[in-house]
């Protein structure tokens, strides 16, 4: 089986090309090289440039490879940023998916694995989240994420779309050196980059109500991640009956104090955080359950808090 992994050249679309490649299936590439690298493009596997909005390039790529199914990753992830620039994430992430699966049903592909995010959630009222909490997007990324999900599910209602979409929340860690999360927004890049350069990791706020005053979120590590995306596409493929949306969350968490205690403890960079004021908003502790994917989807929790930083630290910088 071919999939076209859209945004493979990403962080996270990296390692899933690695995962299906290394499960036996067939990843193409298709990334506009926008925020991904071409450096994470491995040798051996097929490459496409091209944008998700770009319909004949789109398909050109799914007939030229034979691609039997999409999993799409592909698409805007600034949720901060995404309120500034409201008309380009819908662009990307709602018209962008769109136009995916209208190529899709135009060549007869019947299979995608959606990307989404737990951007969809807003600020849950109940610290453990399951697929059952309340979507209530307080951000354009998580309102596009969520519309991406609907499209899904009303092209399964019109055109037989087997579908999965995965609510992931806090992605990190690395499954082979030269893999790194440049996002400029994310707590382990950003605590990385300033230890590299000799400053100081900033901590906003020490008031919140969890065990040492510090928010309390969902970190799962990104080649767990990948190895429950091929998981999806097996099932698809297997015709395996799956739920619509499932949550790949830890079920416990950690705070940022943990983080930045393990942080130092792995570079042997001792410091002593810069304590700033809570961020307005900051709900106290967000997790997700994960036990519905754990169920249908092979997730599990396989690498510790450790891994996912020695993991991080190791993979490198962008230059």
């Known amino acids: ?17 690695r995962a299906l490649r290394s499960a036996g299936l067939t990843p193409v590439i298709y990334d506009n090289l926008v925020t991904g690298l071409p450096e994470f493009i491995p040798a051996g596997v097929a490459f496409e440039r091209g944008d998700i909005l770009d319909r004949d390039a789109l398909r050109a790529a799914m007939v030229t490879h034979r691609v039997t ?12 940023v995404s309120v500034e620039r409201p008309l380009h994430t819908y662009a990307q992430n ?58 899904l599910r009303d092209q399964g209602v019109a055109a037989g779309l ?9 992605v990190v860690g690395s499954g082979e050196p030269g893999l790194w999360d440049a996002s400029p927004h994310n707590l382990f890049p950003l605590v990385i980059a300033a230890l590299r350069a000799g400053k100081t990791p900033r901590i906003n706020g ?9 928010c309390v979120r969902d970190y799962v590590h990104v080649a767990d991640l990948a190895h429950s995306h091929v ?25 940022v104090r943990q983080i930045m205690d393990e942080m130092a403890r792995v570079t042997g960079i001792a410091f002593d955080p810069i304590i700033g ?22 997730w599990e929790m396989r690498h510790s808090l450790a891994d996912m930083v020695s993991s991080a630290w190791q993979a490198g910088t962008p230059s």
Not at 206 to 214: H, L, W
Not at 231 to 255: F, I
């Open 231 to 255: 998981a999806a596409a097996r099932a698809l493929d297997a015709g395996t009956p799956l739920a619509p949306v499932y949550n790949l969350g830890s079920g416990d968490g950690a705070s």
């Open 162 to 170: 087997r579908h999965v979409s995965l609510r992931y929340f806090n």
């Open 277 to 298: 004021p809570r961020r307005a908003g900051d709900p106290d502790r967000i997790v997700a359950d994960g036990s519905a994917a754990a169920r249908d989807l092979e």
């Open 206 to 214: 020490i008031d919140y109500n969890t065990p040492d005053g510090t």
């Open 1 to 17: 089986m071919t999939w076209l992994v859209t945004g493979g050249a990403g962080y996270i679309g990296a390692h899933v090309v």
């Open 94 to 151: 709602v018209t962008g998916t769109a136009t995916v699966l209208e190529v899709m049903a135009e060549l007869g592909i019947s299979r995608i694995v959606f990307s989404s995010s737990a951007a969809v959630y807003g600020t849950p009222h109940t610290d453990l989240v399951t697929e059952a909490t309340a979507t209530a997007p307080e951000s354009p990324y998580g309102e596009s994420k969520l519309i991406g999900e609907w499209l």
């Open 69 to 80: 199914g999409v999993i799409h990753v592909a698409g805007y992830k600034f949720a901060g």
